[in-house]
């Protein structure tokens, strides 16, 4: 694979690393690293490790991260499916984890698909504050909601926005923001060859110039106090120190604070940059031919608590309600407590809050912040998609069954993972299968996967059609 790798590219990386640069180069004809982190909203990593089919071995900078190796494919078995893992690459899940999510806060992804980060920073929150996950491009935005939904998280706000736009609505608002720029790429070119056809000397520059406009929108959308993580997939310094340093000569407000897990690490390199700043030794970079992962680089930042502080946000106005429901809000709350008190009245989540019920056509969603106004701004999701409402009749959400537990169901159809009829379950056939009547969670070893609708000896399928397996 080396002898594809732009010459510019491999002229660059051989100045600065010197004589690490024959290792450097030689890791690309290594295999690539694959990793899941496991979804501690839905298990636990040493439960999981009970029952994992695959062969795992931990990554040290991730408490629940884990690398596996081929043949293994994890991506194609119903426990990917019931969202008890995500598949991500060990490196990239040292951004998340250095953010340092706290239960209550109110964190934002700022450029947020796939949902890796996203899914993680969720899993620290716990269902508790509320969880901002923007996606400026829309297609990669409804996979983000889709991410988020299987990994169970009830408490995330999915926006299609520009960085600017949520700046105007949430000045210093966030306790915690992740940027994990949009970069070049060079850190991903082992993984993903196409990288290496879409790297150029002038993409560098275009990343560079347009970080430096997603970094200002999000000091301003930090509370005075805050943390703030920069991260890449690049190994090219006017993306990663010269960025930072530029930044910080704009805010003083800021300062680089060190990094969890620093010794699986290599430090930031302040040489690289112009003016020198000596903070950066605090900052990371981790190199494919040091550890076994892909290329990444990482920085943590902490906003004085006397920065200038502004008017938050606004709140969400009342009427909003009243004018989105053709079938009425009040209507869609009753058809969603007549179906919860039926078919989940053990439900844990109280849902008594009026004010979080949000209609959008049929859909019911129940908001995490219901206080404030989302008016004028492109929202995907707003917290947990509870269901459809059709003339009083409440059909569940995909993402509510994967939000639940078992003993939250009145009905449970439960089936093991080789279990062929949880694969015909998942290829959207019904299945032969006494019970009694209503709605069903399907679960796969004890774990939501979906909802079945059993009558007269059968399970009806409701497991979503763009989701089947083929």
């Given at each position: ?30 295999p ?49 499916s ?69 990994c ?58 347009m ?7 999000a ?18 310094p ?74 938050p ?7 909003r ?21 039926e ?28 206080e ?16 459809t ?22 009905r ?29 969670l ?24 763009g989701?089947?397996?083929?």
């Amino acid at each position: 694979m080396t002898k594809n790798l732009p010459t510019s590219f491999t002229e660059r990386m051989q100045t600065l690393l010197g004589h690490d640069y024959e290792a450097f180069v030689s890791s690309y004809d290594q295999p690539v690293a694959h990793g899941l982190r496991v979804n501690p909203l839905k298990v636990g990593p040493d439960d999981f490790l009970k029952i994992s089919p695959f062969a795992l071995e931990a990554v040290p900078w991730c408490e629940n991260g884990f690398r596996y190796k081929e043949p293994d494919r994890p991506g194609k078995h119903p426990f990917h499916s019931a969202g008890m893992y995500y598949l991500q690459e060990p490196s990239a899940m040292s951004a998340a984890e250095a953010l340092g999510a706290q239960p209550g806060e109110r964190i934002l992804d700022l450029c947020a698909a796939p949902g890796g980060k996203s899914t993680q920073l969720a899993a620290f929150l716990r269902g508790q504050g509320m969880l901002v996950a923007n996606e400026i491009h829309p297609v990669r935005a409804k996979a983000l909601s889709e991410n988020l939904e299987r990994c169970g998280v009830t408490n995330a706000v999915v926006t299609n926005e520009t960085p600017e736009r949520l700046q105007e609505r949430f000045p210093q608002f966030f306790d915690r923001i992740l940027v994990d720029a949009p970069c070049s790429g060079e850190g991903m070119f082992r993984k993903l060859p196409e990288a290496i056809e879409d790297w150029s000397p002038a993409k560098v520059t275009e990343c560079h110039l347009m970080q430096g406009d997603i970094l200002e929108a999000a000091a301003a959308m930090l509370k005075p106090g805050g943390t703030l993580v920069y991260s890449t997939c690049t190994f090219a310094p006017l993306e990663n120190e010269q960025s930072l340093v530029n930044f910080l000569g704009r805010h003083p407000e800021f300062e680089i604070v060190s990094l969890p897990h620093v010794d699986c690490f290599s430090a930031g390199q302040p040489e690289w940059a112009s003016p020198y700043n000596e903070q950066l030794t605090q900052t990371a970079r981790l190199w494919p031919h040091r550890l076994q992962g892909e290329g990444h680089y990482l920085a943590k930042l902490q906003k004085s608590d006397n920065a200038e502080v502004h008017e938050p946000a606004g709140k969400r106005k009342e009427k909003r309600a009243a004018k989105s429901a053709p079938a009425g809000r009040k209507e869609a709350m009753a058809a969603w407590r007549t179906f919860a008190d039926e078919a989940l009245p053990a439900l844990s989540k109280p849902f008594d809050d009026e004010s979080a019920f949000l209609l959008f056509g049929e859909q019911l969603y129940y908001s995490p912040a219901p206080e404030l106004d989302w008016d004028k701004l492109k929202v995907a999701r707003v917290g947990l998609h509870l269901g459809t409402v059709k003339k009083n009749r409440f059909e569940p959400a995909h993402a509510l069954a994967l939000s639940l537990s078992p003993a939250e169901a009145v009905r449970v159809a439960p089936y093991d993972a080789d279990d062929p009829e949880m694969l015909r379950y998942l290829k959207g056939e019904a299945l032969t299968r006494d019970g009694e009547s209503g709605w069903t969670l399907v679960t796969v070893d004890g774990f939501p996967i979906g909802w079945g609708k059993q009558s007269e000896g059968q399970l009806k399928n409701h497991y979503p059609k763009g989701l089947r397996w083929l």
